[in-house]
């Protein structure tokens, strides 16, 4: 899933904020494959796999889109973010402000914090649904918008308050115990899959694939409330799920660290084991959800994984959860706090954790993860198309880049325009041209990329005149 | 004491994905599968503390 990282198996402490990372501290490639590997598998990940199988894809169409769709996604962090990273060896926050001012980057901060927070919330939907397991709490179904019931509330409220007072007073420890669990996690992901098929009757590996095609991904017709999904529906969302920190660039922060642009190459550990194994097995526990209850469409995390994997099943969705909550509740603290830098950071972290903790008594936000995730992916977009263009094109299209380093502006309309111009546009396209969510985000990024050259072009050719 | 960690965590990892396979080969019940995940879970947390990370 996405979130927002700093140095491979750091604590976030705010270091080189604002210069560019020394040769010293730069890091080797397996620490990129490690961070990867470990932060996208996910407790989200037991969401989106039966989402998938909600959406009635087929099994070519799961496995055809999540192989090029992630093959994408490594691509962009090579070709796109790490490129940048390496050459300039900046944060994207401190990038931002040299092009875009430090106003126009407290909303950009806004934003990312607020994104943060619904995304920390559904990873508290999730853990909640282990707990409740072990309690009976009533869980919330397939197309519940709203809290179900007073079991529910209360237990997302103690999972959300003990995982925002871990993010303040305690992230150390569980940024250790994420590094510790991620080779056993990936694991267990893996032993979903292969027990859920077991249990679906497929019995050999070489009935995998006809089996697989007629009793898990059928292509069948979706669940009610749910969108058909295609190959191009599994391609556009595995190449963009993570669209703001590729093509996006707020992986800038993680890249800067990197001898080489190439070791962007190690974010294949993370999309082919989370992003392809991991929904994949998570797929399997659904339909096997499905078959032996047929009727129940829930999609609960918890319950999934015990019934394939007994105790260490939910142990293994709880640590999933929690290691990937903790920084993404920390990051929203950070964004939050850059706005207001004298403020405590706890205080700010705990305050964080309780919007992510209200956010998460909405199954709402589980429930449509895929189209969530998309929209966080769009909303930060736009700016890693101004990062973009500002780093190799400005010059070649008659503009200065870094305006606002250079000029003492607080805001850049240029930026200012192509982001919300952008949003506005995609955002029209999704809800009154009827266009889904996964397709807008590649023609947003030219779109950005071309209003930022010529609004540019006209704010800076108009203070060259005066 | 490390050396004897890391054994026990690779085996750990074994007893993660092992009993998983061989379920899936119908050599074992699901309920001992399930038995055998944990025990390695609670293995896998107790030995690798002992050396990743420790510098």
Redesign the interface.
Known sequence: MADERKAPHAEPVDEYEREPVPEHALLGFSSFVGQYAGEHTAGTELMIGPLFIASGVSAPAVVGGLLIGNLLAVLSWMFLTAPIAVRARMTVYYQLEKICGRTLVTGYNLANGVMFCFLAGAMVTVNATALGLWFGVDMPGLNDLYPNGLGWVLTVLVMGALMTVVAAYGYKVVARIANIAAPWMVLVFIAYGIVAARQLGIDSVESFWPKAKELIWTGGEPLAGRAKFTFWHVMFFAWFCNMATHIGMADLSLFRYARKSWYAVGSAAGMYLGHFIAWLSASILYAHQLHATPGNTDVLPGPLAYNSAGVAGVLCVIVAGWTTANPTIYRAGLAFQAMAPRSSRYRVTLLTGALATIAGLFPAIAMKLLDFVALYGLALMPMGAVIFVDFWLARRFGFRPNYADRSGAAFNWAAAVAWVATLVVCLAVVNAGGMQIYFVGLPGWFLAAALYIVVSRIVQGKETRS | MRRAAQLLSLA??AG??VP??L????RME?EP???S??V??VA??AA??IW??RK
Do not use: N, Q, R, Y
């Open positions: 750990a990892l993660t994905i998983p396979v379920f899936f080969a119908g699901i599968m399930k038995w995940m944990l390695a879970a896998w947390f690798t503390p990743m990370d």
